[in-house]
């Protein structure tokens, strides 16, 4: 099946520094990638969905200012998560649909997270 | 408002057959998933319903029926490593998908 690649697998960083988080499709053109947080035993929470070459549209109560999505090609979407806080410690998951057959959607390997 | 239920623990024993449900409601429907999630894995995809009946792919079934809002995930000779947690969503008229919060299936000796 269709690849899509998520790194850094696992990132600690110290407070209110930024980190980036890349989702690459590897083997298919992605028009539509979503983010979503999960925390431990809770399920998926989308945060955003992005459109190549458009902004992303983001889900309430998730601050587009913090959590920045950037969809510049049809492969690769990254997610930028601003002077980060604790309570922004989390599993972050993208997954990206080849197009609007609703199957073709597939997840990255996902990042942990931490900050000090 | 848009809703998927399924139940937050099942336990079964090694070489058993389990069954999760889910109940669904969404705003138009385009499908339902099956995903399956190991701890601090991401999740992996399992199967897709969007006609009404069984479908079957090895060891894992799922089934659906759209008048009802019900689907299920059959899970036959189960091994240790069946032990994760099982996802169902349900794709809108959006084709957004509408997650539940996962069934945890323990599966002991």
């Known amino acids: 099946g269709a690849v899509v690649s998520q790194h850094p697998s696992r990132v600690i960083c110290k407070s209110g520094t930024s980190v980036k988080i890349e989702c690459r499709s590897l083997?298919?053109?992605?028009?539509?990638m979503f983010w979503y947080r999960q925390f431990p035993k809770q399920s998926l929470m989308l945060m955003a969905t992005s459109n190549e070459g458009s902004k992303a549209t983001y889900e309430q109560g998730v601050e587009k200012d913090k959590f920045l999505i950037n969809h510049a090609s049809l492969t690769l979407s990254t997610l930028t998560v601003t002077s980060a806080h604790p309570e922004d410690s989390s599993f972050y998951i993208c997954?990206?649909?080849?197009?609007?057959?609703?199957?073709?959607?597939?997840f990255g390997s996902g990042t942990q997270l931490s900050v000090l | 408002g848009q809703n998927i239920d399924q139940p937050t623990e099942m336990t079964a024993t090694e070489g058993a057959i389990v069954q999760i449900n889910c109940t669904y409601q969404t705003s138009g429907f385009n499908g339902l998933f099956w995903y399956q999630q190991h701890a601090g894995e991401a999740p992996t995809f399992l199967s897709y319903n969007v006609l009404d009946g069984l479908e079957e792919k090895g060891r894992f079934s799922s089934f659906l029926s759209r008048s009802k809002g019900y689907s299920y995930l059959l899970l036959k000779e189960l091994q240790m490593k069946d032990s994760a947690s099982y996802l169902c969503?349900?794709?809108?008229?959006?084709?957004?998908?509408?997650w539940g919060a996962g069934t945890k299936l323990i599966i002991k000796p």
């Open positions: 969503a349900g794709l809108d008229s959006n084709y957004q998908l509408i």
């Open positions: 997954s990206a649909r080849a197009g609007s057959e609703s199957e073709k959607l597939f």
């Open positions: 083997d298919f053109q992605a028009t539509t």
